[in-house]
């Protein structure tokens, strides 16, 4: 069954399969509340290197409607031009699931257009997990508006 950890209850661990994380910025035991958040913490600051520390080599990734790509290259380059085409964003955890070696975070992104204008979305990304690390990364979002 999957577990739901809201941002009210990030202070106190729930009782999880916790995540491992080897090899990228942080060590130890997560809950998927503070795994996501670590992800969207590198993502807000628009640390590249950083996000490229937490995935696979072979990771799949999958903006919106874009295409899917593969391979860390792909998965940084992808990033790096998202990042490039907005002044800023900030990502909020509703909440995060886990079930198995699947991470499902519910968001609200507030975005910073190049023009000053600011816009609020809801988003879902779901993560796919291997050895504590992003095999494969989905962003269910209409990202549409931040461009209009």
């Known amino acids: ?25 942080v060590s130890g035991v997560l809950t998927p509340y503070d795994h996501v958040r670590e992800i969207f913490a590198a993502f807000d600051a ?10 696979t080599d072979d990771v799949r990734l999958r903006l919106g409607n874009a295409a899917m790509l593969q391979g860390k290259p792909a998965f940084v380059d992808a990033v790096g031009d998202f990042a490039g085409s907005v002044a800023g964003f900030r990502h909020d955890v509703i909440n995060a699931w886990s079930d198995g070696d699947a991470l499902i975070a519910e968001l609200e992104v507030h975005y910073t257009r190049l023009d000053g204008g600011e816009i609020t979305l809801p988003c879902c990304n779901v993560f796919q997990l291997r050895d504590g690390s992003i095999a494969d990364y989905r962003v ?3 990202i549409t508006p931040v461009y209009a």
């Open 46 to 55: 628009k640390d590249v290197p950083a996000l490229a520390a937490m995935v």
């Open 1 to 25: 069954m999957p577990q739901e950890i809201s941002a009210s209850d990030a202070a106190t661990p729930a009782p999880d399969e916790p995540t491992e994380r080897t090899g990228g910025a």
């Open 140 to 142: 269910y979002i209409d």
